[in-house]
């Protein structure tokens, strides 16, 4: 089992991190390798599945190269400043380059305490480790940067949460896990020197572009808000609430992190909220891009005395960066819905037909994914409108709209092929629906079922392909199927 481990983070300074092995487990098995994933990272899946590469998985045997850290970060909880979080259950095994060129993350979550776990146990749940694998690889499918999933094993042990439940290990890769937590750890320790250090180290990693900027620092951020207010917007754009968008669960590399309490809606509302913690309901759909733009601003905060000697011209430079947030997200939101509408050539009064048919949605409680998916067979044939007009729970709300859409359709350049191309591009048929992805874990935990894992990561892995045998898979869930919370992934 060789690993082409290559660190860089490990080569930062000790007070970025804490240098421990995982913490073995009893009795490592596999439940699956991500194959494609291996093989792009160079790595052998037949030598991850066998028990060598099993041992490695589970945390039980470091490979050769691997320079095991758990990262340092603080952050933002619900609002709430905590000087010191990092890795409390994870482990850093190394970075692995891609033959195209890219940097890779291989770190093991749930791999056992380290001196960042406070009172955690280090250990990940069955259930959690699961939903993070489903979601994030369907996150991938949909073409959305975030982390994915290389493998998950069992470890034989238990974890004492409410209950005691099967324990298990997830192989995350990420370009990195550096968050704006990170930089918050090292600001709030006033180690500019730190502060520094990280944001060469992310430059070069992820937006080399600002190195050869006139201020690489403003570039910097400048190229985080881009990626974090497009990021944003293409979850919105398929229904996915994140859930605890924490300044810890936010990378500075634009990737999708940390699938705790995430859900994609069913029934579209502005203000849904799944997390069982989230009382306030900061995180819900519709407040994603105001706290990404919080959180965006506690990272322009930790880059001040990079930005410009005199306070005041570093704070002029930070808000100039932080006003460009709100514009890029708008453009990429309403760009992404206009094509999930049929526009291809959108203009100044499309927001209105949009907002109209989403107000109509949410007051009829219509499924997000079904009824655009459903509407690009309406653009091309008004028989079809009948499938989408049945998901609103008063369908003449929808067939009121429709006359101004025609109206507006009429005038677009596309032909009604392309046009029911792009939009099927801008909207999958398929999402890991809550129920399901709880009907997967369910089978695993309480049955040691993992065939409906693998059939609901085969349906998910073509979200925008018709799979006629998976139609089933495309439905929202039945009353009595409603999942309406999702918990921590602890
Ligand atoms: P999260 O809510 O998963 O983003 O985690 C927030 C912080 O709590 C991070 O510092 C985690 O490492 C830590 N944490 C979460 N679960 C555990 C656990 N079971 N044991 C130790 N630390 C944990
Ligand atoms: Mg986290």
Known sequence: MRIPFDNSYARLPDRFHARLPPTPVKAPKLIRVNEALARDLGLDPAALAAPEGVEVLAGNRVPEGAEPIAQAYAGHQFGGFVPQLGDGRAILLGEVVTRDGRRRD??????GPTPFSRRGDGRAALGPVLREYVVSEAMHALGIPTTR???AVTTGEYVFREDALPG????RVAASHIRVGTFQFFAARQDVDGVRILADHVIERHHKAARDAENPYRALLEAVVAAQAELVARWMLVGFIHGVMNTDNMTVSGETIDFGPCAFMDAFHPMQVYSSIDHGGRYAFGNQPRIAMWNLTRLAETLLPLLAEDQDAAIAEAQEVLAGFAPRFEAAWQSGLARKIGLAAPREGDVALIEDLMQRMADNEADFTLTFRRLADAALSPRAEKDVRALFRDPAAFDAWTPGWRARLADDPDTPEARRAMMREASPAFIPRN???ERVIKAAVENDDYAPFEALLGVLSR???DQP???????PPQPQERVLATFCGT
Do not use: W
């Open 469 to 475: 045998e998976a139609a089933d898979y495309a439905l």
């Open 106 to 111: 291989i770190q093991l979550k749930g791999s």
């Open 168 to 171: 298990a290990v997830l192989t």
């Open 463 to 465: 979200p925008f392909d």
């Open 435 to 437: 129920h399901q992805v």
């Open 149 to 151: 999933a290389l493998a």
